[in-house]
């Protein structure tokens, strides 16, 4: 099991290690009144993690929201 995940881990680090050589051009991007150029990992790495940021406090948020268990009454 423990080889399996090492050898998963190797496998995902050479696929992003070729995503980043792959995409190192620089793109326009806008946003609102911004605008300049970045490369094309950089934005999706910043998109990304915009939205595991967004996943854990909508995560938390709803935590906070759960029913309280609804217990049936003891029957005699």
């Known amino acids: 099991m ?3 995940k090492q050898v998963l ?3 995902l680090g050479a696929l ?3 995503v980043i050589l792959q995409n190192t051009a620089p793109v326009r991007i806008q946003f609102l009144w911004f ?3 970045i490369s094309t990992v950089l934005l999706l790495f910043l998109t990304a993690v915009g939205g595991f940021a967004m ?3 909508m995560t938390l948020l709803l935590k906070g929201r759960t ?5 049936p ?4």
Do not use: D, H, Q, Y
């Open 2 to 4: 423990r080889t399996t």
């Open 9 to 11: 881990l190797v496998i």
């Open 16 to 18: 992003l290690t070729v």
């Open 35 to 37: 605008s300049g150029e």
């Open 55 to 57: 996943g854990v406090m």
């Open 67 to 71: 029913k309280e268990p609804k217990i």
């Open 73 to 76: 009454p003891s029957r005699k």
